[in-house]
Nanobody, 126 residues
Framework: QLQLVESGGGLVQPGGSLRLSCQAS????????IGWFRQAPGKEREGVSC????????NFADSVKGRFTVSRDNAKNTVYLQIDSLKPEDTAVYYC???????????????????WGQGTQVTVSS
């Protein structure tokens, strides 16, 4: 039922910024968290951020704390990931995902998520 579409990726120089969007459509009321994940070539998928339906609860991986901000606009059914001070190691395909039920302590664990977008490529290079 739920469809997720990421956008906003691109090629950015180190130190630059991007804002990724995750737009949801379909049945959007039956989930508790939206998570952001990334996967670099040859590496495991990594949870980077998540946000509750209300927007009141957020979580971040240690590797991105202080540089990434997650927010949502429920009127637009969209979750945003603002990425600042980009580093080459941030290069990855970024995915958003939705989970019907989880808790904040587990919202960065990919195996609990039910719906996934197609991903958007972020490349950080000089």
């Amino acid at each position: 039922q739920l469809q997720l579409v990421e956008s906003g990726g691109g090629l950015v120089q180190p130190g630059g910024s991007l804002r990724l969007s995750c737009q949801a459509s379909g049945f959007t009321l039956d989930y508790s968290f939206i998570g952001w994940f990334r996967q670099a070539p040859g590496k495991e998928r990594e949870g980077v951020s998540c946000i509750s339906t209300s927007g009141g609860i957020t979580n971040f991986a240690d590797s991105v704390k202080g540089r990434f901000t997650v927010s949502r606009d429920n009127a637009k059914n969209t979750v945003y990931l603002q990425i600042d001070s980009l580093k080459p190691e941030d290069t990855a395909v970024y995915y958003c995902a939705a989970v019907r039920r989880t808790v904040p302590a587990l919202c960065l664990v990919s195996r609990f998520y039910d719906y996934w977008g197609q991903g958007t490529q972020v490349t950080v290079s000089s």
